[in-house]
Nanobody
């Protein structure tokens, strides 16, 4: 059974840093692109960053202007979202997802989704 499990969320102060993890299991990691999304209260879910597991290419990040980075550890089947210089508007539920075919730019839906994890940035 395919699973994505997020961890590393919590409460952090403005300007602080946090690293989220997305642990994948039950599918061939290298065949998938992994995306990080976030959904703030009352807003639609939005993609933040995506990484192609086969070669490590990354896409996105315009909304977080270089403050966030995505990288993966293929030996552990884990994708990380490193967040720094956090702002209150980064408060959201962060969710990782996997898309078969390995492309971050494909137009079809993601296949698997994690449960999401809360990140709260306070002043």
């Amino acid at each position: 059974e395919a699973r994505l499990v997020e961890s590393g969320g919590g409460l952090v102060k403005v300007g602080g840093s946090l690293r989220l993890s997305c642990a994948a299991s039950g599918f061939t990691f290298e065949d998938y692109a992994i995306g990080w999304f976030r959904q703030a209260p009352g807003e639609e879910r939005k993609e933040v960053l995506c990484i192609e597991s086969s070669d490590g290419r990354t896409y996105g990040g315009d909304s977080v202007k270089g403050r966030f980075a995505i990288f993966s550890d293929s030996a552990k089947d884990v994708v990380y979202l490193q967040m720094k210089s956090l702002k209150r508007e980064d408060t959201a539920v962060y969710i990782c997802a996997a898309r078969y075919g390995g492309s971050c730019t494909a137009k079809y839906e993601y296949d698997y989704w994690g449960q999401g994890i809360q990140v709260t940035v306070s002043s």
